[in-house]
C-alpha cells in the first residue's frame, strides 16, 4: 500500500527567502510523485511530477523538487518565495496499475505556506 | 475553457435530502475520478471510470454515494439521505488512460444543515 507523510504542517517564511516542504512516501512499486498547490477558494493545480526519469524535477512558477529513492523522499523547494505562493501544497502519490484497475491518488495532509511581508 | 468544469459549486441542503453533483472532464480524458476532501484533509479517493465503466467503486463511504457516466463523458455523484458528516469538497478530475497526471475541477462544496 501507498502512503504519504508531510512532515510540516504549517511553514512560515519571508518573502524572497527559501522554500522547503518536505514529503516522505512509502510504496510497494516504482511510484510517481506529484505536487499540487491549492489556493484558497481554487482547484488543485499541477505543480511538478516525478516519473521515474530525472530525479531533480523542475515546475511551474520556479519551484522544484528531487527524488530521492534512498531516503523515500520527494522535497519541494523554490530559492525565493513570493507572496503568491502562499497556498495550500500537497504531495501526492500514484503506484503503477495493477490487476486489470486503477486506483486513485494519494495525498498527503497538505502543509499550509505563510508567506510573511 | 477547456479544463474540467463541476456544477454546481455550491450546494446548501437540508440533512436527509438527496443532492447529485457534475462533472464535465477534459474532452479527449477517458478516465474520470471522484475525491472527497474535507477541512484540513487531502483528498480522498472515491471511485473512478474509464470511460463508461465503473473500474473502483470501494471506496465510496457508503452505499448512499453512487456515481455513473452513462456516455463516457460527463459524471454524477450522489449522494443519498444526506447527513451532516458528508460536508466537504467535492472533487472532480480526468487523466488519459496510461497517464498518471490528473486535471482537477474546482470541486463542488457540500454543507449539509
Known amino acids: 500500500a501507498q502512503s504519504v507523510t508531510q512532515l510540516d504542517s504549517h511553514v512560515s517564511v519571508s518573502e524572497g527567502t527559501p522554500v522547503l516542504l518536505r514529503c516522505n512516501y512509502s510504496s510497494s512499486y516504482s511510484p510517481s510523485l506529484f505536487w499540487y498547490v491549492q489556493h484558497p477558494n481554487k482547484g488543485l493545480q499541477l505543480l511538478l511530477k516525478y516519473t521515474s526519469a530525472a530525479t531533480l524535477v523542475k515546475g511551474i512558477n520556479g519551484f522544484e523538487a528531487e527524488f530521492k529513492k534512498s531516503e523515500t523522499s520527494f522535497h519541494l523547494t523554490k530559492p525565493s518565495a513570493h507572496m503568491s505562493d502562499a497556498a495550500e501544497y500537497f504531495c501526492v502519490v500514484s503506484e503503477p496499475y495493477s490487476g486489470g484497475g486503477a486506483d486513485g491518488l494519494t495525498f498527503g495532509k497538505g502543509t499550509h505556506l505563510i508567506i510573511q511581508p | 475553457d477547456t479544463g474540467v468544469s463541476q456544477n454546481p459549486r455550491h450546494k446548501i441542503t437540508k440533512r436527509g435530502q438527496n443532492v447529485t453533483f457534475r462533472c464535465d472532464p477534459i474532452?479527449?480524458?477517458?478516465?474520470l475520478y471522484w475525491y472527497r476532501q474535507t477541512l484540513g484533509q487531502g483528498p480522498e479517493f472515491l471511485t473512478y471510470f474509464q470511460n463508461e465503466a465503473q473500474l473502483e467503486k470501494s471506496r465510496l463511504l457508503s452505499d448512499r454515494f453512487s456515481a455513473e457516466r452513462p456516455k463516457g463523458s460527463f459524471s454524477t455523484l450522489e449522494i443519498q439521505r444526506t447527513e451532516q458528516g458528508d460536508s466537504a469538497m467535492y472533487l472532480c478530475?480526468?487523466?488519459?488512460?496510461?497517464?498518471?497526471?490528473?486535471?482537477f475541477g474546482p470541486g463542488t462544496r457540500l454543507t449539509v444543515l
Open positions: 474532452s479527449e480524458h477517458n478516465r
Open positions: 478530475a480526468s487523466s488519459l488512460q496510461g497517464k498518471r497526471t490528473q486535471y
